[in-house]
């Protein structure tokens, strides 16, 4: 699909997903290993040059953005946090919002020992089950007292009253 996009051949993510990249830096003689968590908003390109954007948003409320390319030899490694369900290709609308909204998206949850194939019953079991769940007739008794059955009114709500309170803007 052109919103789900595989690293080495090991890991598979797509848009919404939030990924932690782990990437090494050089400064001077130095190396070290760096990473970033956030939501993939975009994935762009085909083939060879596909690259994908994570957005996270940083002290003080700031959005920091960063395009990987797919085969770039700084990325060591990636690891999902937690997949995403969502309904766009590009979730370029998430720069537009502030604060906890801005990276607020539907979670895929998968219990575990969850199996994904459905088990069917032969057709024996079926006959077995159908013998096993038929009720016994009421047995008759004569000269037995009658018992009545009180049927207990439903009682009709209407709609509820909306009460609405006045408020006061203060400038």
Same mark, same amino acid.
Do not use: C, H
């Given at each position: 699909?052109?919103?789900?996009?595989?690293? @080495?051949?090991?890991?598979?993510?797509?848009?919404?997903?939030?990924?932690?990249?782990? @990437?090494?830096?050089?400064?001077?003689?130095?190396?070290?290993?760096?990473?970033? @968590?956030?939501?993939?908003?975009?994935?762009?390109?085909?083939?060879?040059?596909?690259?994908?954007?994570?957005?996270?948003?940083?002290?003080? $409320?700031? $959005?920091?953005?960063?395009?990987?390319?797919?085969?770039?030899?700084?990325?060591?490694?990636?690891?999902?946090?937690? *997949?995403?369900?969502?309904?766009?290709?590009?979730?370029?609308?998430?720069?537009?919002?502030?604060?906890?909204?801005?990276?607020?998206?539907?979670?895929?949850?998968?219990?575990? $020992? @969850?199996?994904?194939?459905?088990?069917?019953?032969?057709?024996?079991?079926?006959?077995?089950?159908?013998?096993?769940?038929?009720?016994?007739?009421?047995?008759?008794?004569?000269?037995?007292? *009658?018992?009545?059955?009180?049927?207990?009114?439903?009682?009709?709500?209407?709609? *509820?009253?909306?009460?609405?309170?006045?408020?006061?803007?203060?400038?």
């Amino acid at each position: 699909m052109a919103n789900q996009i595989k690293w @080495q051949d090991k890991i598979e993510f797509g848009v919404g997903d939030t990924i932690k990249v782990s @990437q090494t830096i050089k400064e001077g003689d130095k190396t070290r290993t760096q990473a970033f @968590q956030g939501i993939v908003i975009a994935i762009r390109g085909n083939g060879q040059g596909k690259s994908y954007i994570v957005r996270k948003i940083a002290v003080g $409320g700031v $959005g920091v953005e960063k395009i990987y390319p797919i085969n770039t030899p700084t990325v060591t490694g990636i690891e999902i946090v937690k *997949k995403g369900k969502v309904r766009r290709a590009k979730l370029y609308y998430l720069r537009n919002l502030l604060g906890k909204k801005a990276t607020k998206i539907k979670d895929v949850f998968v219990r575990k $020992g @969850q199996s994904a194939s459905i088990e069917v019953p032969l057709d024996n079991s079926k006959t077995e089950m159908k013998e096993e769940n038929v009720r016994p007739e009421p047995i008759k008794v004569k000269n037995a007292p *009658k018992v009545e059955v009180v049927k207990e009114k439903k009682v009709k709500k209407g709609p *509820k009253k909306i009460v609405r309170k006045e408020r006061q803007f203060v400038r």
